[in-house]
C-alpha cells in the first residue's frame, strides 16, 4: 500500500489575518480583509480595492526599513536576501512549524522536503534591473537575482530551514501552491520523504497587482463589501490578495510516532489541462471537470461522499461561470449536490498561493467543523443556479472536501482531503 499523508501544522499571513485564530474567526463571521487603495499616487486607476496584509511594512526595496509583527526569528542575514513575500513566508513557515508540534532543526534532514509556490518578486526585479540600467551594468546588487525571481521563496527557506531532501518551486500561476500540494502527497506516497514544507505565497504591491487591470481582470467596484462576490450575476473581476500560507505534510506513522495535531488526511489530487486558452477557462469546464475527476479516482472516494468544494471561482464572469459548469457536469445525473463557496469572497484572490490558502481554510474547517458561506453573494447568476451556495456559514463537520485551483493556460487541480479517523 502507498503511504498515506496527513496535514499537522498550518501558518498564515493573510488579508483576514495572521494567526489561525483570527483566520477562523473571520471566516465563520465572513468578515473580509479589503481596503480601500490609491496606487502609484493616480486616483484615475479604477483599481480600488485590495485584500491588504496588515502589520507588515514592505513598501522600500531596502529590507532595513522593513518592520513585521514580534515573535518570528528573523535575523538580518536572511533579510538581505528575501523580497517582501519571502518575509510573509518565512513568518507564516515559523508558525506552521510550531503549530505542528516541531522545532525548526527537526526539518534538517534528509526525508523533510520544501515545495514552494509564487510569482517571484516584479517590486524588487524591476527596481535592481533599474539600478542596473542606471550604472549601464557597471555595478549591481548581488543579492537581486536570488530576491527577485520566482524561485526566491526555494532559495531562501531551504538556506535558512537547512533542508536536505527535495526543494522545488512550482509555477503554473494561480494552480501552482496546489501543484505544490499535490506533488507534495505524491513524493510521500513514494516514500521519498516523510514530511514536506508547503509554501505559497504572494506580494500586493503595484508591479505584481495592477498588471492584471490590463487584462481587464480586476474589478472596478471601489466597494469593499461588495467588489469580491464569486457565482455572483454582477461580479465584474478580482479582488487580488498577498501573503503567505503554509502546511506541515507528514507521512501517517512519522506523525503518529511523535503524536502530531491533525487537521484532515491528504487523500488525493487530480490535474488536467483546457488545452483552449492561454488566459480563460474552457467554457465548458473540460479540464477542470476532468481534474476532479481524476482526484475521485487518485483517492478512492465517490462524489457523493463530498460534503463541500471550495471553488476557484475568482468573481470573473468567464471563470465562476465555467467552473459552476464543471461542478454540474462532474455531478451530473448524481442525486448529490455538495455545498459549494469560494473564500475568496472574504480573502480576495491570491494567485499562485490561493490553491495553498484554500487547501489550508479547507483543513480547518474539516478539523473545526464548519463549512464557509458564500459571503456577498446577492444575486446568483444563472448559470450558477444548479449548485448549492450557502449563504452563510454552516455549522457543520464536513468530512470530504474538495479544492479546486485553476491557472493560466488552462492548468487545472483539484485537491481531495477528508476527515481522519485513525
Not at 523580497?83 to 534538517?108: E, F, M, N, T, W
Not at 492584471?212 to 480586476?218: E, I, N, S
Not at 473564500?343 to 498561493?353: N, V
Request: with cysteine; hydrophobic share 40%; aromatic share 6%.
Amino acid at each position: 500500500m502507498m503511504n498515506r499523508a496527513l496535514i499537522t501544522g498550518l501558518g498564515w499571513i493573510s488579508s483576514i489575518g495572521n494567526t489561525q485564530a483570527a483566520v477562523g474567526e473571520n471566516l465563520r463571521l465572513q468578515r473580509h480583509g479589503f481596503e480601500t487603495v490609491t496606487w502609484l499616487g493616480n486616483p484615475r486607476i479604477t483599481t480600488k480595492v485590495l485584500g491588504t496584509v496588515k502589520g507588515f511594512e514592505v513598501s522600500s526595496h531596502d529590507w532595513r526599513d522593513w518592520r513585521w509583527p514580534g515573535g518570528y526569528e528573523i535575523t538580518p542575514e536572511i533579510l538581505r536576501s528575501l523580497p517582501p513575500h519571502g518575509l510573509y513566508a518565512l513568518c507564516a513557515c515559523q508558525q506552521a512549524i510550531r503549530d505542528a508540534g516541531l522545532v525548526a532543526s527537526d526539518l534538517a534532514d534528509k526525508e523533510t522536503a520544501l515545495f514552494t509556490a509564487s510569482a517571484g518578486s516584479p517590486f524588487m526585479l524591476h527596481h535592481f534591473l533599474g539600478q542596473m540600467h542606471q550604472a549601464k551594468a557597471e555595478r549591481g546588487n548581488p543579492m537581486g537575482v536570488v530576491s527577485s525571481i520566482s524561485g526566491t521563496l526555494n532559495f531562501n527557506l531551504a538556506t535558512f530551514f537547512k533542508i536536505q531532501g527535495a526543494v522545488c518551486g512550482f509555477v503554473s500561476a494561480c494552480a501552482s501552491s496546489s501543484h505544490a500540494l499535490g506533488y507534495a502527497l505524491d513524493e510521500i506516497r513514494l516514500g521519498r520523504q516523510k514530511r514536506v514544507l508547503v509554501v505559497g505565497a504572494e506580494e500586493v504591491h503595484a508591479e505584481t497587482v495592477l498588471p492584471f487591470g490590463g487584462m481587464r481582470a480586476l474589478t472596478p467596484n471601489p466597494d469593499p463589501e461588495s467588489a469580491s462576490r464569486p457565482f455572483d450575476r454582477r461580479r465584474d473581476g478580482f479582488v487580488s490578495t498577498g501573503g503567505a500560507v503554509a502546511l506541515i505534510v507528514e507521512e501517517v506513522q512519522t506523525a503518529r510516532e511523535r503524536s502530531a495535531p491533525i487537521y484532515a488526511e491528504l487523500a488525493g489530487w487530480g490535474q488536467a489541462g483546457d488545452g483552449h486558452n492561454v488566459a480563460m477557462s474552457h467554457p465548458e469546464g473540460r479540464g477542470l471537470a476532468e481534474a476532479m475527476t481524476r482526484a475521485f479516482k487518485d483517492s478512492g472516494l465517490t462524489r457523493e461522499q463530498v460534503d463541500y468544494i471550495n471553488a476557484h471561482a475568482t468573481s470573473t464572469p468567464v471563470g465562476d461561470r465555467s467552473e459552476a459548469v464543471a461542478i454540474g457536469k462532474v455531478y451530473e445525473g448524481s442525486s448529490r449536490r455538495p455545498k459549494v463557496s469560494s473564500t475568496k469572497a472574504l480573502t480576495g484572490h491570491g494567485l499562485s498561493m490561493s490553491g495553498a490558502l484554500e487547501t489550508a481554510i479547507c483543513a480547518l474547517a474539516i478539523r473545526d467543523g464548519f463549512i464557509p458561506g458564500c459571503a456577498h453573494l446577492q444575486e446568483v447568476d444563472p448559470a450558477c443556479e444548479h449548485l448549492d451556495l450557502p449563504r452563510e456559514t454552516v455549522s457543520e463537520k464536513p468530512a470530504v472536501v474538495l479544492n479546486n485551483s485553476s491557472g493560466f493556460g488552462g492548468s487545472n487541480v483539484c485537491i481531495a482531503l477528508r476527515a481522519w479517523g485513525g
